[in-house]
């Protein structure tokens, strides 16, 4: 009796202790989001510099410096512009990662002490403000509309006239529209069809050509186009154009780059004429890889097919960039160890009787690639009986500097482009995430993103001719589409009809 007493004391004292607890299932494996009842930005800001400038016109593009940035758990308010109801996502990064995915070298003193860095996503109504990285409690770095801002905290209150205002009190004219972006895109077109083949014992000629796409919350634009390369430059908008001439006893193209502001005439391009420094005809032709704001990658034909940097400015000048210039110290080292690693390989072909090592920290470029560009170096080498030079390209280990390309971010996986696009070759997406560009051999279609995800349906279809690449993507968001896009018009664009909806 005393047993079964014991038993049941044991059993009453389980069931008690049962009960001060829920069942094991309703927490297992299951994570719980912390309550915010503050944003964790909460507070005004203050820009105490822009870091970097992006293909703005200068005559629209509004200074940014002492400008006050300010966030509630109801609004954010960036200058001008505010966004209702916005969403914060914290994520933890790693800092050096993140920083190179941005393009952005720190000076040491904005540089974070942690080897992590947490970075907080911002958006309203699915529609991207930006990304905001913490230097630590009272310092931000703000990737917003084309631009790297250094903030500064200021206060922790957000300024009494908003904090006590009613959403619906906010004037329309200050509401922003993050849902509009638009993209100026450069075109290489072959003309013939050697320059689609895979054979490099010269190089094929081509067109080019700027298209202007643009999205506003998930309506296009109409789709503009112009014959020759049209970009934005810190100084305004700029044309890139290309003829041929002759100098000396041998024919070559020549590369034109000049602000539209002071457009050169169509009867002194055809010429070619010397009198200016940047219209100058070099023997060979040339052919452009990439179009950046203030520099051009072209492959030429001079001894060999080889790879050069021009600095927009000097556009007709007959040596690129170095490598060291453009790279830096750690650019280099990384070029300089692909090379090597490159050599190497060439030097145990017993048919290779010399390696051509002049100007070696020239011969450089860009190629793209799922969705990115990337750094190449090339090495020109000579068989052994052969007249000409061929060449070899190597990958260089290293994202390319900023200053060389500024935006180059694809907010979805190719994978996940690949699945809704199996024909795909190329994509690019705006910075504000609500626009998709997908290139196919024979397509280039334009998509809205709604959600994290390409919407159901593109929005155009536009013709390609076959051998087609792009050479340049510079992209407007906000209240700069509609100056972009005047500004385009201006220079002689008209309505492309190439067109599927």
Same mark, same amino acid.
């Given at each position: 009796m005393i047993r079964v007493g014991k038993i049941l004391l044991v059993g009453l004292f389980l069931i008690l202790l049962s009960g001060c607890a829920g069942p094991s299932w309703t927490t297992a494996g299951k994570i719980i989001p912390p309550v915010h009842n503050t944003c964790p930005?909460?507070?005004?800001?203050?820009?105490?510099?822009?870091?970097?400038?992006?293909?703005?016109?200068?005559?629209?593009?509004?200074?940014?410096?002492?400008?006050?940035?300010?966030?509630?758990?109801?609004?954010?308010?960036?200058?001008?512009?505010?966004?209702?109801?916005?969403?914060?996502k914290i994520k933890k990064v790693d800092t050096a990662s993140y920083l190179m995915s941005k393009y952005v070298n720190l000076p040491s003193q904005l540089m974070p002490d942690g080897k992590e860095v947490e970075v907080l996503t911002v958006s309203s109504a699915e529609n991207f403000l930006?990304?905001?990285?913490?230097?630590?409690?009272?310092?931000?770095?703000?990737?917003?509309?084309?631009?790297v801002l250094y903030l500064e905290k200021v206060s922790d209150q957000v300024d009494s006239s908003l904090a006590g205002a009613k959403l619906n009190d906010v004037p329309a004219s200050q509401q922003s529209y993050p849902g509009s972006s638009g993209v100026l895109l450069g075109l290489k077109i072959a003309k013939d069809s050697h320059a689609n083949s895979n054979e490099k014992a010269e190089l094929g000629d081509f067109d080019y050509q700027t298209l202007w796409l643009a999205v506003d919350d998930q309506e296009l634009h109409p789709i503009l186009k112009d014959k020759n390369i049209f970009f934005p430059r810190r100084s305004g908008f700029w044309e890139l154009q290309t003829g041929s001439g002759q100098e000396g006893q041998k024919e070559g193209d020549g590369l034109s780059a000049h602000d539209v502001s002071t457009k050169v005439q169509d009867t002194q391009l055809k010429t070619m004429t010397l009198s200016r420094g940047d219209v100058k005809i070099e023997a060979g032709k040339k052919v452009i890889d990439y179009v950046g704001n203030d520099y051009v990658a072209v492959e030429n034909d001079l001894n060999g097919?080889?790879?050069?940097? %021009?600095?927009?400015? @000097?556009?007709?000048?007959?040596?690129?960039?170095?490598?060291?210039?453009? $790279?830096?110290?750690?650019? /280099? =080292?990384?070029?300089?160890?692909?090379?090597?690693?490159?050599?190497?390989?060439?030097?145990h072909n017993t048919?290779?009787?010399?390696?051509?090592?002049?100007?070696?920290?020239?011969?450089?470029?860009?190629?793209?690639?799922?969705?990115?560009?990337?750094?190449?170096?090339?090495?020109?080498?000579?068989?052994?009986?052969?007249?000409?030079?061929?060449?070899?390209?190597?990958n260089v280990n290293l994202v390319p500097p900023a200053k060389l390309i500024a935006y180059d971010t694809l907010c979805l996986s190719w994978q996940y482009i690949k699945?809704?696009?199996?024909?795909?070759?190329?994509?690019?997406?705006?910075?504000?995430?609500?626009?998709? %560009?997908?290139?196919? @051999?024979?397509?280039?279609?334009?998509?809205?993103?709604?959600?994290?995800? $390409?919407?159901?349906?593109? /929005? =155009?279809?536009?013709?390609?001719?076959?051998?087609?690449?792009?050479?340049?993507?510079?992209?407007?968001?906000?209240?700069?589409?509609?100056?972009?896009?005047?500004?385009?018009?201006?220079?002689?664009?008209?309505?492309?009809?190439?067109?599927?909806?």
């Open positions: 930005l909460e507070g005004q800001w203050q820009v105490s510099q822009n870091l970097q400038t992006i293909g703005m016109y200068e005559g629209d593009n509004p200074s940014w410096d002492g400008q006050i940035i300010q966030f509630t758990t109801e609004v954010a308010v960036v200058g001008d512009h505010v966004w209702r109801n916005p969403v914060f930006g990304e905001f990285m913490k230097i630590d409690e009272h310092r931000l770095l703000a990737f917003v509309q084309n631009n097919l080889r790879l050069q940097v %021009l600095p927009v400015d @000097k556009i007709s000048a007959s040596e690129g960039i170095k490598a060291s210039d453009l $790279l830096g110290e750690i650019g /280099l =080292a990384a070029f300089s160890n692909a090379r090597d690693q490159a050599g190497r390989a060439l030097s048919n290779v009787t010399s390696i051509d090592d002049q100007d070696i920290q020239e011969n450089f470029g860009l190629i793209r690639k799922n969705g990115h560009w990337y750094l190449r170096g090339r090495i020109n080498y000579r068989y052994q009986d052969a007249d000409d030079f061929s060449h070899m390209d190597f699945d809704r696009v199996p024909d795909a070759v190329d994509a690019f997406t705006s910075p504000n995430r609500n626009m998709a %560009l997908v290139i196919t @051999k024979t397509k280039l279609l334009v998509y809205a993103i709604n959600g994290g995800q $390409l919407v159901s349906e593109a /929005l =155009a279809k536009i013709d390609l001719e076959p051998g087609t690449s792009v050479i340049m993507a510079e992209w407007a968001t906000g209240s700069y589409v509609d100056n972009w896009e005047k500004a385009f018009l201006a220079n002689g664009a008209e309505v492309s009809n190439n067109i599927v909806p």
